[in-house]
């Protein structure tokens, strides 16, 4: 028996920011969250698109407190910029969703010329948690939670090809990047805890959600809709996680059905490699030089 989405108790008095929040999971977790009373940030890379989704959301939530905010996990200006204007107008935040993603894209180099996949999935996200921990710190009992995948299962950490320096496969780097993801969610647990802090670091997988993440990939995007489940209920992995108090930092979530693809959340495991705490702790140094943000 899993998590069910009948026990997301009132968030009122909550704030919360959710990256990519304008389409698929994200969205669906902001419809959840809003519905509920909390505070929440759509943090997007394209404004006009995070407007329409208010749009959306207010018409099955009019009284939901809801705004934009711009954040291209592609740029650390933007990753900056966004921050500062959190920092400045926030007196607290309670959860933070590392939710944006991308998969399976053609070559390509994030502003700061990262790896697509790697520059904006990991190093974009971990930049953002550590440019907000000040303000998560301070808001007792915060949480980050930060979307992982089953595809963590067949990755590794190459370090001499986080860039594709060597070569560009993007299914391996799609997997090594939430792989990274996955093992940057421990790492920042562990730290935390280190340092006596309340803030929880916590991992999520929303199994198969037909969202628009395979994008790029038109032909696994048709196979995979005969297996998957909608993004409202791939976003249950990620609210179970952002508020089930029975939860300790450094669990991973994800759909306790079938082969891991839907169905109510549970604790799930994750692989032997995810659990390596020196390559986390390397990932996390590499992390740190390439984005210049330092924390924990
Ligand atoms: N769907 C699944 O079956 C599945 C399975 C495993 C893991 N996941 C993970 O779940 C998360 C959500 O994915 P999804 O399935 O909901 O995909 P999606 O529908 O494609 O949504 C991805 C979101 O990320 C945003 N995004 C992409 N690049 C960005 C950037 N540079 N800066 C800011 N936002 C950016 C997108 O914005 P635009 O609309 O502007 O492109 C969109 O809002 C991802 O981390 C993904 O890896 C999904």
């Known amino acids: ?24 999971i994200g969205f669906a977790t902001v419809n959840y969250l809003a519905a509920k009373g909390a505070n929440v940030i759509l943090a997007c890379r394209n404004v006009d698109k995070g407007i329409a989704a208010l749009a959306d959301i207010r018409k099955a939530t009019p009284s939901a407190d809801v705004t934009v905010e711009k954040l291209d996990l592609a740029s650390l200006a933007s990753v900056r910029s966004f921050a500062d204007t959190v920092l400045a107008r926030y ?31 990991v190093l974009g996200h971990f930049a953002l948690t550590g440019l907000l921990l000040p303000l998560l710190s301070k808001t007792p009992g915060a949480r980050i939670v930060t979307l992982s995948s089953t595809a963590h299962w067949f990755a590794k950490i190459d370090f001499d090809n986080l860039n594709a320096e060597r070569n560009y496969d993007k299914t391996k780097a799609y997997g090594q990047s939430k792989l990274a993801d996955l093992m940057f969610a421990y790492e920042l647990q562990r730290r935390l805890e280190k340092t006596g802090s309340t803030t929880m670091s916590l991992a999520v997988h929303p199994g198969v959600a037909m969202s628009e993440l395979f994008r790029y990939s038109a032909g696994l995007n048709f196979f995979l809709g005969f297996l998957s489940q ?12 952002a508020v089930d108090p029975s939860l300790k930092g450094g669990e991973f979530i994800g759909p306790g059905g079938f082969l891991t693809i839907k169905g109510e959340p549970t604790v799930q495991r994750s692989s032997d490699r995810s659990h390596d705490p020196a390559v986390a702790s390397r990932l ?3 992390a740190q030089t390439l984005t210049g943000v330092k924390y924990l």
């Open 91 to 121: 007196q607290g935040l309670d959860v933070l969703i590392n939710n944006a993603g991308v998969a399976l894209p053609p070559p390509g180099k994030t502003e700061d010329g990262f790896e697509i996949q790697f520059g904006t999935n």
């Open 230 to 241: 909608s993004i409202h209920e791939g976003a249950w992995p990620t609210l179970m996680a």
């Open 284 to 286: 996390w140094d590499v």
């Open 1 to 24: 028996m899993g998590w069910k989405i009948d026990s997301l108790p009132d968030q009122s008095g909550k704030t919360c920011i959710v990256t990519g929040a304008n389409v698929g």
